[in-house]
């Protein structure tokens, strides 16, 4: 894996605006070490992946989404509704798909199987040809086999887990976001340039938490950290003495913390533990909803989280995306991974127009080729007037270059490192680009 870092003054001016709707900045960083490569990738004549499905089309595009309206994601959930409800806008703003408007219906996923399965029996029920989600990696697992089962596209914006990258799913699931396998040895490399040699990792114990705790743990100790406890939890727990009393035992100088919105309750009992960011290095992971944690940590002290550091997968390629996101949905503060699923929608609708159908096996032997080696287009309006022209296109999104592999994700990652200031606010000081 090859590593970029990026000024922050390559992306001023909304700088803050993913993890927070307050706007801010810092100060450059250093440039990141390089790092050994992890996942697979897609020469530029890959062949298109094979896909089994014989999900009619009706001539009618029809997306459903299984994202996060309630449960532990529902803080991002508003903001990644929201971008995909842009996404279908701007479509039928430009004339629709095969002379039709693109019809939307969504549901919860809960945070829950068994209510994210219930939400996709439902839109499989009503003839959707593709389904945006779920936010999390571990539902969506549990619902993906019964959507390529019943050959319909899937599209993800957050699924993280490594456990997507080659899973036999029909040729009929992809993701707009990078693996775990590229944001862990960006959060493995902050963690040793804050020079910490004795690392605790507390992750939740899902295939999100497992997966990106295990790529963290191998760059930690490729550089030679040494990784003093691997405390997993339950998903469920509400209380954490058992996790912090471990971490305290093996008297680390940094602490991971790989969690959903159960993590406030997880800092604040390491905080009361002397294990807070005041006390050792404490690294974080946009599982828990940055924007909102300082606040959720404690509300009377915010600031208790100054110093912490954490990594998301960056929203800031198209800063005018978040700017007009935000102005024309007022509910959205929080703008983590809306770009990611904004791009899922867009991508399946240049992927109906290339192949001149709406039926999902058809979407998805184009969604490789929409994204790479053609001619560059940043827009569905512009990218479908090229399409109605005959001309490839490589649809770049408002999350950046896509650049599909043949396992249905992007080449290449780009990641923020953030630093909470003395208000309890996180701050991007720097970008990184995950090869």
């Known amino acids: 894996m090859r590593t970029r870092t990026f000024p922050i003054t390559v992306l001023a001016g909304v700088l803050a605006l993913s993890v927070t709707a307050c706007s801010g900045g810092s100060d450059p960083a250093e440039d990141e070490g390089s790092a050994p490569a ?53 479509v039928n703003a430009a004339g629709g798909v095969l002379g039709q408007p693109v019809t939307l219906s969504g549901g919860d996923e809960a945070g829950d199987p068994t209510v994210a399965g219930q939400t996709v ?17 571990a539902v969506s697992l549990s619902v993906l086999d019964r ?17 997507f990258t080659g899973y036999p799913d029909k040729g009929l699931y992809f993701r707009t976001i990078p693996a775990n396998t590229r944001q862990g040895p960006v959060l493995a490399q902050t963690v040793i340039g804050e020079g910490a040699s004795r690392v605790a990792v507390v992750v939740r114990n899902d295939d999100y938490g497992q997966s990106l705790s295990q790529s963290v743990i ?18 469920a727990a509400t209380t954490f003495s058992a996790e912090v009393a471990e971490v305290a035992a093996a008297e680390p100088d940094a602490v991971v913390v790989i969690a959903f919105q159960e993590g406030t309750t997880l800092l604040r009992s390491l905080i009361e533990n002397g294990l807070g960011p005041a006390d050792v290095g404490v690294f974080g992971t946009d599982g828990m909803s940055l924007g909102s944690l300082g606040p959720a940590v404690s509300e009377s002290d915010p600031g208790v989280l100054e110093g912490m550091q ?44 290339q192949a001149g159908s709406d039926a999902p096996g058809d979407i998805a032997r184009a969604m ?34 896509l650049d599909f592999t043949d396992v249905g994700e992007p080449e290449i990652g780009l990641f923020d490192v953030v630093r909470f200031d003395e208000t309890g606010t996180p701050q991007i000081v720097r970008t990184v680009e995950s090869q």
């Open 368 to 401: 490789q080729s929409v994204t790479r080696d053609g001619e560059e287009c940043a827009t569905f309006a512009d990218c479908a007037e090229l399409i109605a022209a005959g001309t490839d296109i490589d649809y770049n999104g408002v999350s950046g270059p």
């Open 147 to 163: 959507i390529a089962g019943a050959g319909a596209v899937q599209c993800a914006g957050a699924n993280t887990s490594a456990t």
């Open 310 to 353: 954490a990594t998301q997968a960056s929203s800031q390629n198209d800063p005018a995306f978040l700017d007009r996101l935000v102005a024309s949905k007022p509910q959205v503060s929080i703008t983590n991974f809306t770009p990611y699923h904004y791009d899922c929608v867009i991508t399946i609708a240049l992927s109906a127009l």
């Open 218 to 235: 191998e760059q930690l100790e490729s550089e030679g950290a040494e990784v003093v406890a691997n405390v997993p939890y339950d998903p």
């Open 121 to 137: 029996d439902r839109l499989l029920g009503e003839g959707v040809d593709a389904i945006i989600g779920p936010v999390s990696s």
């Open 38 to 90: 992890a996942a697979p990738s897609a020469s530029s004549d890959s062949p298109a992946p094979e896909v089994e499905s014989s999900r009619p089309g009706d001539g009618q595009l029809d997306l459903g989404y299984v994202l996060a309206e309630t449960g532990p994601l529902s803080g991002l959930g508003v903001g990644i509704i929201a971008a995909t409800q842009l996404a279908v806008e701007d």
